[in-house]
């Protein structure tokens, strides 16, 4: 078997992408905080995802990442979201308290399972089959983009719904 050896402008994208993860990890908390269960289903008369299908698509999106890099858990939700479900219109999605949590059990598993991903792992097969000849890193910047796309829209969201701005510290 041949061994994989990743280049340093790899190196480099995973360091990034860590301290991507840590300042994603931080705010994911802060753009949902003070946010009701019951605004986190509005959809504001459109057919945008709500901030709850949002932050349970996050939350889904890091356990499924962790369990690829070996960490076995499941989130609260994962009936709700597995195989990339959709939103799903006339659900009452969890409360916003059951993601944070599972938010908080799973970051700091995967970012030590991310901070220790082997080379071989890195430059192995997108395990999501997104697109022929991505690798592992490849998705993980994906995934980090998503993550970044998302808060995005629950920072959106809590100013249409009235909230204050999200705090960044």
Known sequence: METLTITPVQQGTLNAQLAMYDLHTRLYGNVLEGLTDKDAHNRLGTKANHPAWLAGSLVHERFEIANILGVEKKDQANELFK???????????????????????????????????????????????????????????????????????????????????????
Not at 135 to 151: A, G, N, P, Q
Not at 158 to 165: D, V
Request: aromatic share 12%.
């Open 83 to 169: 195989d990339y479900a959709g939103i799903k219109d006339d659900v009452t999605y969890p409360p916003l308290a059951s993601y944070i949590e599972d938010w908080n059990m799973i970051s700091p598993l995967l970012r030590h399972a991310l901070a220790n991903a082997t080379m071989d792992q890195l430059n192995g097969p997108d395990p999501f089959g997104m697109s022929e000849g991505m690798k592992l890193l490849d998705v993980l910047t994906f995934c980090l983009d998503r993550e970044s796309y998302c808060i995005g829209q629950l920072g959106l969201f809590r100013r249409l719904l009235g909230y204050p701005p999200m705090r960044y510290q």
